[in-house]
C-alpha cells in the first residue's frame, strides 16, 4: 500500500513510519514540527519508500498520486501545562488539528477511496466512572477545562469519522489509545514515565502528585504499533481500546523506576491534581482487541522501561 501518515515525526507516528516500511508498503509522512521532532525521521532519509511533505493538517491537503491509506496522527498530545509542546499551550492548535486536520484528512481517503484511520486517545473516557473502560462507555469529561481541548477535540474527532463512514461510506477505522511509552518520547511531554525517568536518572526524588494511589496502564510503544497495524488491515469500524491492561499505582510504578536505576532518593509529594481534571483511574478493556485483531500486548513493564531508559540515557548524554 501506499500511506499517508499525518504526525509522522510525532513518537507515535515515526514508529508506525517505521512498521510500515518495514512490512514492504510505501510512506509519506506529514508533519509541521510543531511537537514533532525532524529527528525521530532521520535515518529514513534515502529510503526509496519514504517521502515526506511538511504540512499543516488544518489547511487542505493535496498529495499527488493514489493513496491506499490515510493515518491521522496529527495532535499536540502533552499534557505539561511548562511546556510550549503542551495542548494547553497550544490549545487552538489542538483544537484545530481534531477538528479541520480531521475534516481534511477524511477528504483525502475520500478522493482516493482509500482506508482512513483516526487516532484518537482514551482522555475521551475523561475521569472514568466505570472501570476498566470498555469501547461502549461513553465518558465522563469536563468540555471546558483546561485539558478539554484535546479531549473534545478528540471526541469530534470520533464523531466526524463515523459520520463520514456513515454517510460518505469512508472504509474508516478509529483507535483508542491508551498510555504509551518508548523511545522518542519528549523529554519534557509531561506524562509520568519521561518525569520520573529524567528524575530518577538525576538521582533526586521522584515528584508524585496526591497519594500515589491513581492509577494508569502503560503500554510499551512496539505493542501499541502492532496493534494499530492490525487494526488498519481489519473492517472493524468502530472504535477500539489498544492499551495494556496490568494497571500499576503511581507510587509502585516510582518504585519499580526507582528500583531500576538505582535512585536511592525515593519519592516527594505535592498537591493533588484532581481538580485539573487528571484521571485517578486509567485501564484498558481490551476484549474487541483480542477477538477482532488477535492482538494483545507481549511487552513486560519492566522490559519495556528498560529501553526506554536506555534511550533517555542517549539524549541526556549519561553513561
Not at 490515510?70 to 498530545?77: G, I, K, M, Y
Not at 481534511?104 to 482514551?122: C, E
Not at 482522555?123 to 462507555?137: A, F, N, S, W
Not at 477500539?240 to 503511581?250: K, R
Amino acid at each position: 500500500m501506499r500511506i499517508l501518515i499525518t504526525g509522522a515525526a510525532g513518537f507515535l507516528g515515526s514508529h508506525l513510519c517505521d512498521r510500515f516500511l518495514a512490512e514492504g508498503h510505501s510512506v509519506i509522512g506529514m508533519d509541521n514540527f510543531i511537537t514533532g521532532n525532524p529527528q525521530n525521521l532521520a535515518h529514513l532519509s534515502g529510503n526509496p519508500q519514504y517521502s515526506f511533505i511538511r504540512h499543516d493538517v488544518s489547511d487542505f491537503i493535496f498529495v499527488p498520486g493514489k493513496i491506499n491509506a490515510v493515518l491521522h496522527f496529527a495532535s499536540p498530545a502533552s499534557p505539561n501545562e511548562n511546556s510550549p509542546l503542551g495542548y494547553v499551550n497550544l490549545p487552538i492548535q489542538t483544537m484545530k488539528a481534531g477538528a479541520l486536520g480531521t475534516h481534511n484528512t477524511l477528504g483525502v481517503a475520500r478522493a482516493n477511496q482509500s482506508r482512513f484511520l483516526l487516532a484518537s486517545t482514551s482522555e475521551i473516557y475523561g475521569d472514568p466512572l466505570v472501570h476498566p473502560q470498555e469501547e461502549t462507555y461513553w465518558g465522563h469529561v469536563d468540555p471546558i477545562g483546561k485539558r478539554s481541548v484535546y479531549d473534545e477535540a478528540k471526541r469530534f474527532a470520533e464523531a466526524l469519522t463515523m459520520a463520514y463512514h456513515r454517510f460518505h461510506n469512508i472504509n474508516t477505522r478509529i483507535v483508542r489509545i491508551f498510555n504509551t511509552y518508548g523511545p522518542r518520547m519528549h523529554l519534557d511531554d509531561g506524562r509520568v514515565i519521561p518525569n520520573f525517568l529524567q528524575q530518577a536518572l538525576r538521582g533526586v526524588p521522584l515528584t508524585i502528585y496526591g497519594d500515589g494511589l491513581q492509577t494508569r496502564s502503560f503500554c510499551y510503544v512496539e505493542d501499541m504499533v502492532d496493534g494499530i497495524y492490525r487494526l488498519l488491515l481489519s473492517e472493524e469500524h468502530y472504535p477500539i481500546n489498544i492499551g495494556n491492561p496490568t494497571e500499576i499505582s503511581m507510587l509502585e510504578l516510582a518504585q519499580t523506576i526507582n528500583s531500576l536505576i538505582g535512585n536511592e532518593a525515593g519519592v516527594t509529594y505535592k498537591g493533588d491534581r484532581r481538580g485539573e481534571g487528571d484521571p485517578q483511574q486509567r485501564k484498558p478493556d481490551i476484549t474487541r482487541a483480542r477477538k477482532l485483531l488477535g492482538w494483545e500486548p507481549s511487552v513486560s513493564l519492566e522490559e519495556g522501561l528498560i529501553k526506554t531508559t536506555a534511550y533517555f540515557k542517549q539524549v541526556l548524554d549519561i553513561t
